[in-house]
């Protein structure tokens, strides 16, 4: 009697207890789909606003024209609005999407590769890497490859983009050597390894620029600064094929770094092959990192603050994060794109600057809203 | 009568057409020396926006500025509704000079080698360009007898001093100037030699290497001279001190765009440099 009684308690707590966890993953799939709604109509806005303004305002209305019915009409410039919308325009608000979404995403790999939301693309070297491979092209094209015709030649060149991307994968398949040599303690090496890469390439990028001439200096710092300026429906294509490429894997790869979340020796005994699911997160992040700093430059922080903010908002499972972080870094550098290139009309800003500048505070807020909700980091 | 009056209104049309297209030129410049040089030719008015880079004369400093040279914006451009648009071979990136062409623009870019040749061949296209032939033509004409002037006082040296450039950015980082540079041109046009030869462009070297190039002279723009704190502190980098410049104090200092615009004032920059080389107890002290 007793017996029954204490298992009909225990049966009733268990179904409680069910109860509140299907309720609790309720409440997060409200949330979490509130949270993509409002990223997506956010993404909407700056799209509206990065169509509009510029050297001519556009109104919405012209805009819904070009866009779906074809129709033109001449602005006081003499340069049709198509020409402004098509070429100009949405060529470099999609870029700075894709950019946005690549390294946002490549940094939820790679905190997630680490169990650490604090370390970014640029940490392991494979950013480092990108950027040393273009420049090593920048400065010695000319001299080594001095048999290309022009175009071929120079920061002008595909050969530029193809370059950071081999330098980025040069230094991923580095660090896969690396983490096939060692038994345990994997993240450690791999983070060591990441400094050891990040000071040589600071110390040979430092002698590529003595060795540059003014010309090949300044193609250097611009282009180390950032900039969506020279945004082309080419470069719109390539990152989508990258990013396409990496979504397909989202499933598989958003599984593998949740069991890699509850430490390795778990992810082992649930029979994952987790030397795999971390080779391969590194070669997707390293593609994503050498495709986009070799197309726009150095956007630091996007890579580091959209996933940290979005596990925030949204919680640890990279089922979401992953497709939110794409939302979340588009949002975050199509704003700094769209205000670098309002705010000192008509100048320009380096987008650098301004991701840093519009990404700094907000994070430093929200992890001071955090602290203050909950005393501690979750 | 019928057929007087229309050719009279044809006449007058064809006039108005000509005045007309003088008027309505737009012209961005993407170089301070172009924008020196359209001013030069009286076509300033014309001028509706210019880079960073342009600092003479003190009006074009007033125009709304469209960003560096090198890091242009399409649409920064365009909104200053120009029509021709005009720059240097360093003019970027290059998507946004394809994209101002796409646009409709007449976008001309002139070699940017730092030569009198070369200068004044860029004035005479650009006098072209803008309408101003015969101002093109008599400034061309002006500058080549300021520079045969100075060409043969130099031609008559039985000595040229050597000649440290020094180039100035920041607080920590004094360059010099190797060979294939303006400054390097402009000592060689005005009778001076290169103390530095080691390299092309402009490094930064160390004190040893001040030293054993042994200048008699240290040239310096003055925007860098005013960086350095004055002539003292010019003295007061490495190894200066252990030359005959610095024994010395021979520091010359002229205007950054007069000494290396290669512009409309450069007949008048070799004069002031090789007056300064070579006349007795030139230089300035501390």
Known sequence: ?378 | MKHFFLALSLLLASFSGIFGEEKSLRIVTLNGTVTEIVFALGKGNLVVGNDTSSLYPPEATKLPKIGYQRALSTEGILSLKPNLVLGLEYAGPPEVIDQLKSAGLQVIIFPGLPSLEQTLQNILSIGKEIGAEEKAKKLTQEIRKQANRVTEKVSRLKSKPKVLFVYHRGTNLAQVSGTETPADEMIRLSGGVNAVTGFKGFKPISPEAVISSQPDVILIPSRGLEGLGGISGVLALPGLKETPAGKNARVISIDDLVLLGFGPRLGQGMEELYNSLHAPNSGKKP
């Open chain 1, 1 to 378: 009697m007793s017996i029954s009684t204490k298992e009909r308690k225990a049966q009733g707590t268990s179904l409680n207890m069910q109860v509140g966890e299907v309720s609790v993953r309720k409440n997060q799939r409200i949330a979490s789909s509130y949270v993509f709604i409002g990223l997506g109509i956010l993404i909407i806005c700056v799209g509206i606003l990065s169509l509009r303004l510029g050297s001519v305002s556009i109104s919405f209305s012209e805009i819904c024209k070009l866009i779906f019915l074809g129709e033109d009409s001449l602005s006081s410039l003499e340069v049709p609005h198509s020409l402004l919308v098509w070429d100009l325009r949405l060529p470099r608000f999609l870029l700075s999407l894709l950019i946005g979404a690549e390294l946002a995403c490549a940094g939820v790999c790679i905190q997630g590769l680490f169990r650490n939301p604090l370390v970014e693309p640029g940490f392991i070297g494979v950013g480092p890497g990108a950027a040393l491979s273009a420049a090593v092209w920048i400065v010695c094209s000319e001299k080594i490859f001095s048999f290309l015709p022009p175009e071929l030649r120079g920061k002008e060149s595909y050969f530029l983009q193809a370059f950071a991307f081999g330098g980025a994968l040069l230094v991923s398949f580095f660090l896969h050597l690396v983490s096939r040599r060692e038994g345990g303690g994997f993240s450690l090496v791999l983070v060591l390894t990441g400094i050891a890469v990040n000071a040589t390439v600071i110390s040979l990028l430092g002698f590529l620029s003595y060795l540059a001439d003014d010309t090949q200096l300044r193609n250097l710092t611009f282009w180390s600064l950032g900039s969506i300026a020279g945004a082309t429906w080419h470069k719109v294509t390539l990152l989508s094929v990258v990013l396409t490429f990496v979504a397909l894997s989202f499933p598989w790869l958003s599984r593998g770094l949740d069991v890699l979340a509850l430490g390795e020796a778990e992810a082992f005994y649930s029979g994952f092959k987790i030397k795999r699911i971390r080779n391969i997160t590194i070669i997707l992040s390293s593609l994503l990192v050498g495709s986009s700093i070799s197309i726009s430059g150095n956007i630091a922080f996007a890579g580091l603050i959209v996933p940290h903010i979005l596990r925030m908002l949204l919680g640890p499972s990279h089922k979401t994060l992953l497709p939110a972080s794409i939302l979340g870094g588009g949002l975050l550098v199509s704003c700094a794109d769209l205000a670098a290139r309002t705010i000192v009309f008509p100048s320009e800003l380096p987008i650098g600057i301004i991701a840093a500048g519009l990404g700094g505070p907000f994070f430093l807020s929200l992890i001071l809203k955090a602290k203050r909700k909950e005393g501690e980091f979750r």
